[in-house]
């Protein structure tokens, strides 16, 4: 367990459905992100809340759409997707408090979009 | 422009064949290197920070160093639980809206063969 959690592990969805991903940290960490890792490519920053709030967002298409109800949980909810959005979605969070920046990852969660 | 290299892309050793990956930077001003090791369908697991230039850091089969430009991660005698695929993230100044943002590079995909 990383303390991190991830839900669900894996998704196939359709182009025209809706589903979220969950992301759950009990690290008392106080920055949440969103990452895609798509195959041969860099781990691909989507989103970044701190203290619920959004701080960054990567240009991201908008049928992403990132949640952040409190320090622990972090949603994304996805909706009319391409097959070009097959790829595992990681959550990762940090301390921005402690000035070590490292990040504790989740298990991601493995997109199929058909 | 990749910010972050990592070279080899891929290499494959045999088991107690010792051996370095690479991790380049182009930036001035780093805040932090991080070592991470990724499992097939797993999500990244932290292994080194290093902050400045001369720093090593150790963990069993593996030693981490770092320069001005790059970082080195060392496998002494490996084994073939030692292969995944190793990701170097950079912390850099100036990260736009996100102070702590980290930059990936693509991996090194580690196969040890017994």
């Known amino acids: 367990e990383t303390g991190v959690t991830q839900t669900p592990r894996h998704l196939v969805m359709g182009m025209t459905n809706k589903k979220s991903l969950k992301c759950e940290q009990h690290l008392g960490h106080n920055a949440m992100y969103w990452y895609k890792q798509s195959a041969k490519k860099p781990l691909e920053l989507m989103f970044v809340y701190s203290l619920e709030e959004r701080v960054e967002n990567n240009s991201v298409p908008s049928r992403f759409s990132p949640e952040c109800p409190n320090s622990s949980h972090l949603f994304l909810h996805l909706h009319t997707l391409q097959p070009e959005d097959s790829a595992l979605y990681l959550c990762?969070?940090?301390?921005?408090?402690?000035?070590?920046?490292?990040?504790?990852f989740g298990s991601g969660t493995r997109l199929t979009v058909v | 422009e990749d910010q972050v290299t990592q070279s080899p892309e891929a290499l494959r050793l045999q088991e107690g064949e010792s051996s370095s990956l690479n991790c380049s930077y182009t930036?001035?001003?780093?805040?932090?290197l991080f070592w991470y090791r990724q499992d097939p369908g797993k999500g990244p697991e932290f292994l080194f920070t290093l902050y400045s230039a001369g720093e090593e850091k150790e963990k069993e089969r593996l030693k981490a160093t770092l320069t001005k430009k790059e970082s080195f991660l060392h496998i002494t005698a490996p084994k073939p639980e030692d292969s995944a695929t190793y990701l170097c993230a950079v912390h850099l100044p100036n990260s736009g809206g996100s102070n702590y943002k980290l930059t990936f590079g693509k991996g090194t995909l580690l196969t040890v063969n017994p």
């Open positions: 930036v001035s001003g780093l805040r932090g």
């Open positions: 990762a969070s940090s301390s921005t408090v402690t000035g070590s920046y490292g990040y504790t």
